[in-house]
Structures are given as C-alpha cells and as structure tokens.
C-alpha cells in the first residue's frame, strides 16, 4: 500500500513561498542601519490608513517642524496635527504620537525605546501594544525593522495574499494572521517574505484582479489555480 505524501508544514510553506518570491524579486535585506525605533514608531503611527506617498510627506513635514523627538514631544497638539494633516486621521494620530511619547518619558525617563532589545518578542510586543493607536502591525513593524527581532508584520495586502494562498484562515485580521504565521515564518525569512509578499500583492495579487498567470506563486496556490482554471490541487 503507497502512503499519501505528507503535508507539508507551515513554516515549509513559508520557505517555499519566500523562495519563489526571492527567485522573482530579489532577497530585500533590512537596512544595515537600524532604523531609530522612536522615529520607526512615529513613522509607523503615520502609516495607518493611508498610502505611503501621504505617509511619507506627513513624516516629512512633521521633521520639517519638529526635527528631534523631544521638540516633537513639546509640540502643542494643534501643531502636531497641522503638519501631518495631508496623512490622514491627523487628529488621532497626533493623540497617539504625543501620548506615547509623553509616557515613555514619564516611565523611562527619556526619550528611547532601547530597553526593547533586551525583552524577549512576546513582551516587547506586549509593551509596545499598550499604548492607544499602536497595533500588533505597528508594533510588529519596529521590532522587525528597528531591532531585528523576529516579528512579522501583517498588512492588508499579506493579509490578502496570505488568505488567498490558504496559509491564513479565511476569517482572520491583520493582529491573528501575524501572530498565527509568525512562529511558522523560517528564521531570517521575515524581512524578505514582508517585503516581497507586499510587492506580490500591490503589482500582482491586487485586491480586485489579480493576475495569476503571471504570479510566481501560482504553482502553489489554490485560489490562483481556481482563477486560472486549473483544477490540479496546488501542493500543500
Ligand atoms: S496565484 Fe493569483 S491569487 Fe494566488 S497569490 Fe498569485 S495572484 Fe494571488
């Protein structure tokens, strides 16, 4: 009697996943210099809810007017609001920015987050997810990029790709996908799949017609081969 093939596993998924996005796109690495993680999380607050172009000017506009965190953390919040009002939710940001801000003084007695890099993941997370307006995304974002832990960010176009790809379930948001991938994800993979897995879904896998015969990860994907017609089951 022939035994049926094994499934593979989550994390082998994952790898074969990041393998076939790096033979296409490249292997983006995280930059050689860290990102300041206060900047990273004002940066990531700015983010929510809008493009990166409006993300991008707001950030600059806030530097423009507040060049160093602490003149930041002295902005009245009418100011605040006014400089990154092109990003969008200006007013809910602002009260997130200045009220983490203003408790990471109070607590630590200035303004860092460095004591991070010692928390294992989990309470890094923990810490960061506390204050009002910062998600598991945001929080998962400055840990990745800012200290080179092993989080993975989950945003709406991974969401996307990933459900599509039957490696998250179909019901879950952003926070349960990265929590649910993330243990999965192999290690040092994060930076390249998070990257590559956005490309996939801004240029191929877009929300409304994704252009499955020209996606590297057709071959493995059963939403793409119910698109495309393919009635062979992709391998799990
Ligand atoms: S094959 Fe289609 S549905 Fe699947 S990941 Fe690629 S573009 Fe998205």
């Known amino acids: 009697m022939t035994r049926p093939m094994p499934r593979k596993t989550l994390a082998a998924r994952l790898r074969d996943v990041s393998d076939r996005l790096g033979a296409r796109y490249g292997r983006p690495r995280r930059s050689a210099h860290r990102t300041e993680p206060l900047e990273n999380l004002v ?3 700015l983010s929510q809810n809008t493009t990166d172009a409006n993300r991008d000017r707001a950030f600059a506009a806030l530097k423009e007017k507040f060049p160093t ?3 930041l953390a002295e902005g009245s919040p009418r100011d605040v609001e006014e400089a990154i009002r092109g990003g969008g939710l200006a007013r809910a940001k602002t009260r997130a920015i200045l009220s983490a801000l203003s408790r990471i003084r ?3 007695g200035g303004y860092t987050l460095d004591f991070l890099d010692g928390m294992p993941l989990p309470e890094a997370r923990e810490y960061l997810t506390s204050f009002p307006g910062v998600g598991v995304k945001t929080a998962n974002i400055v840990l990745l990029f800012s200290f080179g832990k092993e989080a993975f960010p989950v945003d709406t176009h991974i969401l ?3 459900k599509r790809l039957g490696l998250a379930p179909p019901s879950a948001d952003l926070s349960r996908a990265a929590l649910l991938l993330e243990p999965h994800v192999p290690r040092g993979e994060a930076v390249p799949l998070h990257i590559n897995l956005i490309r996939l879904g801004r240029e191929v896998c877009r929300p409304r017609d994704p252009r ?3 996606c590297p990860l057709l071959p493995v994907c059963p939403e793409g081969r119910r698109r495309t017609g393919k009635t062979r089951k992709a391998p799990r």
């Open 43 to 45: 940066l990531t607050i």
């Open 69 to 71: 965190i602490p003149l």
């Open 212 to 214: 499955c015969p020209e």
């Open 160 to 162: 996307r790709v990933t």
């Open 106 to 108: 109070r607590e630590r």
